[in-house]
């Protein structure tokens, strides 16, 4: 919900996505993605969501009511640093979908490409730009 208060602070009230985690992953998924109360993509339960499309790496708005990650932030500051144009705005269920890569962040994965979300597959492997952007942040933050 983008109009709670809450949203930003990272605190242990991790129930509700918890719960929704849970349920994802009892019907075969490994993560769920929540939208905001406009119908504009925020975030997955525990992670931070990029889409590319035709080169460009698109997130949604810290105001869609998303809690922006150390890794989400790291991430744009390379995308950044690196030339690779990069948006922050509000996006549609369509957008995801249409996106030719996806890949969601968070401090204990890094980056994770997403290879499928329901029956839509995405580009994955050592040729994306999600690789590259992978291994710019290995080079700078790394922990792997």
Not at 86 to 97: M, P, Q, T, V
Not at 103 to 131: H, W
Request: proline share 3%; hydrophobic share 40%.
């Amino acid at each position: 919900n983008e109009k709670s208060r809450l949203v930003s602070i990272k605190s242990n009230n991790y129930l509700e996505n918890l719960l929704i985690l849970n349920e994802a992953k009892a019907l075969g998924f490994s993560e769920a993605i929540f939208y905001n109360t406009k119908g504009h993509l925020a975030e997955g339960c525990m992670t931070n969501i990029f889409l590319i499309k035709n080169g460009t790496v698109y997130t949604p708005a810290r105001d869609c009511g998303l809690l922006a990650g150390i890794v989400r932030n790291r991430v744009i500051e390379l995308l950044n640093t690196n030339q690779i144009p990069i948006a922050e705005g509000y996006y549609s269920r369509d957008c995801l979908l249409a996106a030719d890569e996806v890949f969601i962040t968070n401090s204990l994965m890094e980056i994770m490409p997403v290879k499928q979300l329901d029956k839509r597959c995405y580009g994955v492997g050592p040729e994306t730009l999600t690789a590259r952007i992978d291994g710019l942040f290995q080079q700078a933050w790394g922990q792997r």
